[in-house]
């Protein structure tokens, strides 16, 4: 999803991700990352519901990343709520393939982003991150095989009540050809059951299978480790 695309997903996106994959985050993350206590980059840091976590689970210094404006004003709005946190978190305004901090971290977190990349993009991207951590680094983010999409109606993937108006999620899958799944997603918000508010994106994400996946993080030197089922941690030498 391109920045531009985030406008219309902000007000539901903590909905739709506290009923998706950010339990699951929140409770396996934590080990993943024991013995991590000065840096982190978070990559695609979204609205800061990783990047909370992260700050409550190490005592590091954390680098959020976020490219999108929408998002990343609720993260720093959700950073002000918390003076310690808001000292020790510093958002970075652009795009993962763009990133130098300015000295290795110890950890990147990557939640629910890879699929942005397309292949050509991601070789770039195992690179860059190489370069953002010290040795010994690891490197940590979601990852599940999925079975092959098929195109087909426009379905409500959540529906969320907040006061007295209804938040729904639908999406369909447009086209579907190897690694790469085009998807409409609308965003609507009812009232009585009409919907007084609605916006729409198509999107492409890419879902490479995963002996590829595994050859390019090892042509780009790193090495795997033991991780519980839908998470990842990889480290350089």
């Known amino acids: 999803m391109h920045k531009d695309d985030y406008a219309a997903a902000v007000p539901f996106y903590d909905l739709w991700h506290e009923d998706g994959h950010v339990p699951m985050v929140r409770e396996l993350l934590p080990l993943l990352l024991k013995g991590v206590r000065r840096?982190?980059?978070?990559?695609?840091?979204?609205t800061g519901l990783i990047t909370e976590l992260l700050a409550r689970e190490t005592p590091a210094e954390i680098f959020a990343l976020e490219p999108s404006l929408g998002m990343r004003s609720v993260l720093v709005s959700r950073l002000a709520s918390d003076p310690s946190t808001l000292r020790r978190v510093t958002v970075l305004p652009y795009g993962a393939l763009d990133v130098e901090v300015d000295e290795p971290v110890?950890?990147?977190?990557?939640?629910s982003v890879l699929q942005s990349f397309d292949a050509e993009e991601r070789a770039a991207l195992w690179q860059v991150l190489a370069r953002q951590l010290e040795p010994g680094g690891r490197l940590v983010f979601n990852w599940r095989e999925r079975s092959a999409p098929v195109p087909g109606d426009l379905e409500v993937m959540g529906s969320y009540q907040v006061g007295r108006h209804t938040y729904e999620v639908a999406g369909q899958v447009l086209e579907a050809e190897g690694e790469s799944v085009t998807t409409r997603f609308v965003y609507r918000i009812r009232q009585h059951g009409v919907a007084i508010s609605e916006d729409e994106v198509v999107l492409t994400n890419h879902w490479p299978a995963r002996q590829r996946l595994v050859s390019e993080l090892e042509t780009a030197g790193f090495t795997p480790e033991p991780a519980p089922e839908g998470m990842e941690v990889w480290r350089l030498p």
Not at 39 to 46: F, K, M, N, P, R
């Open 39 to 46: 840096s982190v980059l978070e990559i695609g840091a979204g």
């Open 106 to 111: 110890e950890a990147v977190v990557m939640i």
